[in-house]
Structures are given as structure tokens and as C-alpha cells.
């Protein structure tokens, strides 16, 4: 075994100045050049991951840390040879869209944060670098992914409801097995919040947008500012479709509950996140966050997001309150990184508590709370005071909610008999399919707010189920 990590260097991409990047919404990273690509993938030492797949250990790797099992021994060996062609085919057998994932994915705590020499010194293979990469690099070259064009159509149709990571993802494999696919979006451009919910510098809208266009050629069916909401609509779509799949997310921001929450200048993020990016698509121009002192409730990467867009939108000042300390913050710790270069300040052991407004209701600031953590809970996690008397006040002019996401029951679900649970997440079982045998759900409609990569396992899931039910294997 060559032990190549030992003597190359752990590269990331490159990152641009932060006094350059805060000006626009282009991306934060830079794309690793061939032979930057090469060099890393050859510090790969090719674990054997299939043969120890079944095999109880105390150890994981980078396809086991992966939700879809990507190939990636696969393909980061044929980068290192310089086979595009064939890496490019052994990424995208697994995955409906790598080089999206390879931009948003936690990588980590997922494939990297599973790569045996993550566990020295040297640090894991940049996995996901080297994942957009080769696809980029594909498509260049006139690659294209397939989505069954040359599979005679086998009369089944199939509707998908919402076309973010979940749906995006059933309607690809689909697609392959020769089904007709009809997808409805209440937006007005697809990729749910791969198109809205995740700012464009850190992945560029016209990368999602592209795969779309290369599906509708291959015959998906795509409409857009069409919601499916009365049970009316649903009785047609069971009428006419084979199979339905459900992929609506988890569209309810998560309240604070402070006093004077309803005050003028107080929004939740998914608001700022996709009024940011129709300014990205000039949609229009004004800004709400321009010129204005701005807190930001939340220490996720819906949070992170928020910051930074907020810096770029020209905010005054841009505050993150967080109730723990930095090491307890649940997103990316280079998100965190990289809002502190662009002139995010943090205020960690800070819990809201009330909103402060003027006369005609507008935020003029928020009363906060000091809090320190206390003994473990049943879970080990330590519990979560407040200081009695440590009460403070934040000027501020906006207040961004940034806390979780919760589920939506709709109107039509009992008419459908979908069975939904404790938090109103669709119940489905092993296979994705719901208390109705027809209709099958994924991603956060089913988990609550999770990752993209978790909803794109539990789209291909649901296809592959679907396709088994019409007597059809990829």
C-alpha cells in the first residue's frame, strides 16, 4: 500500500479574499484545477470497504459515511489516472446529482469525517472537491448524465409533489428506469432549497438549473407555480398516476417565542435566504437588509447563511446570538470560519428574550439573556441555564429567526390516508412507502429538517421501490 498521504500535502480548495467576496453572491470556493484534483486522490489508500462492509467494526469509511453509498474509491482512483470518463460514470451510477452534493454536503462528518486517515494527522481526502471536480470536468468534455433517453417508455407515469433534494432525486432514477415522471412546484424555478434555501455562494444556481434542462429534454414533465393544496387536487393525481411521491420539506420556521415576535423588521431566515437569491436571479433589486443593524437568532448553517448574506446585502452590522458556546454550535465549523473573516460578530451564551419596538411596532432592539451550562441531561448533554439578572439589550433594527424548521400537515393528507406522526412528518416505512400503498415520501417531509444528501438517499429509495412495484430494475 502506497502511503501517498504521507508525502502530499492535505489540500481544499481555494477560498477568495474575504474583502473580495463580501461584495457579491459568486462562490466562496474555487474549483481544484487537474492536477490539484489528481494529487489529492492520490493520497486515497484504498481501503477494502466492500469486503469489510458486513463485518462488525468499530471503524467507518468514506462510502459507508456516505447516505447513498457513492462509489467513491471508485471514481477517486480514476481521477488519479486520469480517467474522467470512467470516474465520471461511477459517480453519477450511485448519486442523482454529485457535483451539487459535492458543493453542500457536510463532508466532514460524512464521507471525509469516515476516511481512514481522517484519523491522523494528515487529515481525510478532500472527497467532495475532488466529486465536483471530475463532473465539472465531464461536462466539459460533452458528458452528459444519463436519464434513460434510449429505454422505451413503459407506460407508467408517475407524479412527484416538490422538486428539491427528494424529488430532484426520485424523478432522476426514475427517469432511468424508462417512467414518465410529472413534477409540480409551487416556486417558480425548481431545486426547493437547493435553488432558494442555499445562498449562492456557496453553490451557483445555474449548476441546479442545468440538470433540470437535462431532464425536461429526457422528458420530465416540470411544473412550476403549480401547489398541490385541496384534497380535490389529490383524488385527480391518484386517479391518473401509478404512484405518487411526496417531497415537501419542512417548510415552517421555528418560532422563538418572545414577546413582540410579530414586530415589523422581524423574519424568518427561508424570507431573507430566497428574497436574497431572486436578487442573485434579478428578480429585482431593492434589499430589505441594507444599511440596517441586523441580529441573527441561530447557530446551524441556516444561521451561517443568514449572516453572511446579510454582510453582503450591505447590512451595518450583523450580529449572531447563540444560547451555547462556539463548540456546540450544530453547523459547519468552516461556515463559522468564514463568517467571522467577513465581519460577523458572535454573541455565544445569549438566549433572547423580547423584542423591543417603537410606536408603530417596529424592532428598535432585543432584550437578551446570559446563560451557562449546567449538568448533564439524560441524553449527556449538559443542561442549558439562565443567569438570573443578566438581562442586556441588543440595538438592532431587523431580527432573523434561524432556529430549525417544522413540518406542515396538509389539507389533503387524511383525505389521502397518508398517516403522519407525533411532529407532522409523513410516516413511510423502510421502502419510503406511506400508510397508502401508492404513495411514497422522503426527505424532511419524513425526518424533519435534515441534510440534502439524506433526502436524495430517501428520493432513490422511493424510485427504486416504485420501479420494483412495475416489475422494472436499473
Same mark, same amino acid.
Given at each position: 500500500?502506497k502511503? +501517498?498521504? *504521507?508525502?502530499?500535502?492535505r489540500?481544499?480548495?481555494?477560498?477568495?479574499?474575504?474583502?473580495?467576496r $463580501?461584495?457579491?453572491?459568486?462562490?466562496?470556493?474555487?474549483?481544484?484545477?487537474?492536477s490539484e484534483a489528481?494529487?489529492?486522490?492520490?493520497?486515497?489508500?484504498? !481501503?477494502?470497504?466492500d469486503i469489510?462492509?458486513?463485518?462488525?467494526?468499530?471503524?467507518?469509511?468514506?462510502r459507508t459515511g456516505?447516505?447513498?453509498?457513492?462509489?467513491?474509491?471508485i471514481?477517486?482512483?480514476?481521477?488519479k489516472e486520469?480517467?474522467i470518463e470512467?470516474?465520471?460514470?461511477?459517480?453519477n451510477?450511485?448519486?442523482p446529482f454529485?457535483e451539487?452534493?459535492g458543493?453542500?454536503?457536510p463532508h466532514?462528518i460524512?464521507?471525509?469525517g469516515?476516511?481512514?486517515?481522517?484519523?491522523?494527522?494528515?487529515g481525510?481526502?478532500?472527497?467532495?472537491?475532488?466529486?465536483v471536480?471530475?463532473?465539472?470536468?465531464a461536462?466539459?468534455?460533452? *458528458?452528459r448524465?444519463y436519464?434513460?433517453?434510449?429505454k422505451?417508455?413503459?407506460?407508467?407515469?408517475?407524479?412527484?409533489?416538490?422538486?428539491?433534494?427528494a424529488?430532484?432525486? !426520485?424523478?432522476?432514477?426514475?427517469?432511468?428506469g424508462?417512467v414518465?415522471?410529472d413534477?409540480?412546484?409551487?416556486?417558480d424555478?425548481?431545486?426547493?432549497?437547493?435553488?432558494?434555501?442555499?445562498?449562492?455562494?456557496k453553490i451557483c444556481?445555474?449548476v441546479? *438549473?442545468r440538470?433540470?434542462?437535462?431532464?425536461?429534454?429526457?422528458?420530465?414533465?416540470l411544473?412550476?407555480n403549480?401547489?398541490?393544496?385541496?384534497?380535490a387536487?389529490?383524488?385527480?393525481m391518484?386517479n391518473?398516476?401509478d404512484?405518487?411521491?411526496?417531497?415537501l420539506?419542512?417548510?415552517s420556521g421555528?418560532?422563538?417565542?418572545?414577546k413582540?415576535?410579530?414586530?415589523h423588521?422581524v423574519?424568518?431566515?427561508m424570507?431573507?435566504?430566497? +428574497?436574497?437569491?431572486k436578487?442573485v436571479?434579478?428578480?429585482?433589486?431593492?434589499?430589505?437588509?441594507?444599511?440596517?443593524?441586523?441580529v441573527?437568532?441561530?447557530g446551524?448553517d441556516?444561521?451561517?447563511?443568514?449572516?453572511?448574506t446579510?454582510?453582503?446585502?450591505?447590512a451595518?452590522?450583523v450580529?449572531c446570538?447563540?444560547?451555547?458556546?462556539?463548540a456546540?454550535?450544530?453547523?459547519?465549523?468552516?461556515?463559522?470560519?468564514n463568517?467571522k473573516e467577513?465581519?460577523v460578530q458572535?454573541?455565544?451564551?445569549?438566549a433572547?428574550?423580547e423584542v423591543?419596538?417603537?410606536?408603530? +411596532?417596529h424592532v428598535?432592539g432585543i432584550? !437578551?439573556?446570559?446563560?451557562? *451550562?449546567g449538568?448533564?441531561d439524560?441524553?449527556g448533554r449538559?443542561?442549558?441555564?439562565v443567569?438570573?439578572?443578566?438581562?442586556f439589550? $441588543?440595538?438592532?433594527?431587523?431580527? %432573523?429567526l434561524a432556529?430549525g424548521?417544522?413540518?406542515?400537515?396538509?389539507p389533503w393528507?387524511?383525505?389521502?390516508?397518508?398517516?403522519?406522526?407525533k411532529?407532522?412528518?409523513?410516516?413511510v416505512?423502510?421502502?419510503k412507502?406511506?400508510?397508502?400503498?401508492?404513495?411514497f415520501?422522503g426527505?424532511?417531509a419524513v425526518?424533519?429538517?435534515?441534510?440534502a444528501v439524506?433526502a436524495?438517499a430517501?428520493?432513490?429509495?422511493?424510485?427504486?421501490? $416504485?420501479?420494483k412495484?412495475?416489475? %422494472?430494475s436499473l
Amino acid at each position: 500500500m502506497k502511503k +501517498h498521504y *504521507l508525502k502530499v500535502k492535505r489540500e481544499t480548495p481555494k477560498k477568495r479574499d474575504p474583502n473580495e467576496r $463580501i461584495v457579491d453572491f459568486h462562490p466562496t470556493y474555487e474549483m481544484f484545477s487537474e492536477s490539484e484534483a489528481s494529487l489529492q486522490s492520490a493520497r486515497c489508500i484504498k !481501503c477494502p470497504i466492500d469486503i469489510l462492509r458486513d463485518l462488525k467494526s468499530e471503524f467507518s469509511f468514506c462510502r459507508t459515511g456516505c447516505p447513498l453509498e457513492n462509489k467513491i474509491p471508485i471514481w477517486v482512483e480514476k481521477v488519479k489516472e486520469g480517467d474522467i470518463e470512467g470516474a465520471f460514470k461511477a459517480s453519477n451510477e450511485v448519486s442523482p446529482f454529485p457535483e451539487i452534493l459535492g458543493l453542500v454536503c457536510p463532508h466532514d462528518i460524512l464521507c471525509q469525517g469516515g476516511c481512514t486517515i481522517s484519523r491522523t494527522e494528515h487529515g481525510s481526502v478532500t472527497i467532495g472537491a475532488i466529486e465536483v471536480y471530475l463532473n465539472e470536468e465531464a461536462f466539459k468534455r460533452g *458528458l452528459r448524465p444519463y436519464y434513460g433517453e434510449d429505454k422505451p417508455k413503459t407506460g407508467h407515469k408517475v407524479a412527484v409533489i416538490g422538486s428539491g433534494p427528494a424529488g430532484f432525486s !426520485c424523478a432522476t432514477f426514475l427517469l432511468r428506469g424508462g417512467v414518465e415522471v410529472d413534477m409540480f412546484e409551487k416556486s417558480d424555478r425548481p431545486g426547493g432549497l437547493l435553488t432558494y434555501g442555499i445562498p449562492n455562494f456557496k453553490i451557483c444556481k445555474d449548476v441546479i *438549473l442545468r440538470r433540470f434542462e437535462w431532464m425536461q429534454e429526457a422528458g420530465l414533465n416540470l411544473y412550476l407555480n403549480t401547489e398541490i393544496k385541496s384534497s380535490a387536487q389529490m383524488k385527480e393525481m391518484l386517479n391518473e398516476y401509478d404512484a405518487i411521491f411526496v417531497a415537501l420539506g419542512a417548510p415552517s420556521g421555528r418560532s422563538a417565542r418572545m414577546k413582540n415576535e410579530d414586530a415589523h423588521g422581524v423574519y424568518h431566515v427561508m424570507d431573507i435566504l430566497k +428574497h436574497a437569491q431572486k436578487r442573485v436571479f434579478e428578480d429585482f433589486y431593492e434589499f430589505i437588509l441594507e444599511g440596517k443593524d441586523v441580529v441573527v437568532i441561530g447557530g446551524g448553517d441556516s444561521a451561517m447563511d443568514a449572516v453572511r448574506t446579510a454582510i453582503r446585502t450591505k447590512a451595518k452590522s450583523v450580529k449572531c446570538l447563540y444560547r451555547r458556546d462556539e463548540a456546540n454550535m450544530p453547523g459547519s465549523k468552516k461556515e463559522v470560519i468564514n463568517a467571522k473573516e467577513e465581519g460577523v460578530q458572535f454573541e455565544f451564551y445569549t438566549a433572547p428574550k423580547e423584542v423591543v419596538v417603537d410606536e408603530g +411596532h417596529h424592532v428598535k432592539g432585543i432584550i !437578551c439573556q446570559r446563560t451557562e *451550562l449546567g449538568e448533564p441531561d439524560e441524553s449527556g448533554r449538559r443542561r442549558l441555564n439562565v443567569v438570573e439578572g443578566s438581562e442586556f439589550e $441588543i440595538p438592532c433594527d431587523v431580527i %432573523i429567526l434561524a432556529l430549525g424548521f417544522d413540518n406542515v400537515i396538509f389539507p389533503w393528507y387524511e383525505d389521502a390516508q397518508i398517516k403522519t406522526g407525533k411532529w407532522g412528518e409523513v410516516l413511510v416505512d423502510e421502502n419510503k412507502r406511506t400508510s397508502n400503498p401508492r404513495i411514497f415520501a422522503g426527505g424532511d417531509a419524513v425526518r424533519g429538517a435534515d441534510l440534502a444528501v439524506t433526502a436524495a438517499a430517501d428520493g432513490k429509495k422511493a424510485a427504486l421501490t $416504485i420501479l420494483k412495484d412495475f416489475g %422494472i430494475s436499473l
